[in-house]
Nanobody, 124 residues
C-alpha cells in the first residue's frame, strides 16, 4: 500500500527547466518499477518515462527523450524527473506511478499505485 506524492510542478518559460519529485511511503521502493505519466489539456494521459526497480534501466517516450531524465534514490524513497528544454507542449498534469515488479512497463494499466499529480505549465 505504497503512497506516492508528487511535488515540484509550476510555471516556467519555454526553454527552461523543472525538476519533479515523487516521494514514496514504502521503504522498500527498490521492489518497484517507477514511472512518470502526463496528461496534457484535452488529451489522453500518456507515458513519459520509467525506471527499473534498481534504476539500472530507463525508458523514455520519444517526445521527451534527450530532454527529460528519470532517476531514483531507493535509500531516500524518491523518484525524480528532471525536465530540460521545456516546450509549451510539455504542459500537462504529471503523475508518478509505481508497479510492484522488476519488469519495466509503459502502460497505465501496468501500474497500480499513483500519485495525485502535479501541474506543469510552460509558457511560450
Amino acid at each position: 500500500q505504497v503512497q506516492l506524492v508528487e511535488s515540484g510542478g509550476g510555471l516556467v518559460q519555454a526553454g527552461g527547466s523543472l525538476r519533479l519529485s515523487c516521494a514514496a511511503s514504502d521503504r522498500t521502493l527498490s521492489r518497484y518499477v517507477m514511472g512518470w505519466f502526463r496528461q496534457p489539456p484535452r488529451k489522453e494521459r500518456e507515458f513519459v518515462a520509467a525506471t527499473s526497480s534498481s534504476g539500472e534501466i530507463t525508458y523514455y517516450a520519444d517526445s521527451v527523450k534527450g530532454r527529460f531524465t528519470i532517476s531514483r534514490d531507493n535509500a531516500k524513497n524518491t523518484v525524480n524527473l528532471q525536465m530540460n528544454s521545456l516546450k509549451p507542449e510539455d504542459t500537462a498534469v504529471y503523475y508518478c506511478a509505481g508497479r510492484l515488479s522488476s519488469t519495466i512497463r509503459a502502460g497505465q494499466s501496468d501500474y497500480n499505485y499513483w500519485g495525485q499529480g502535479t501541474q506543469v505549465t510552460v509558457s511560450a
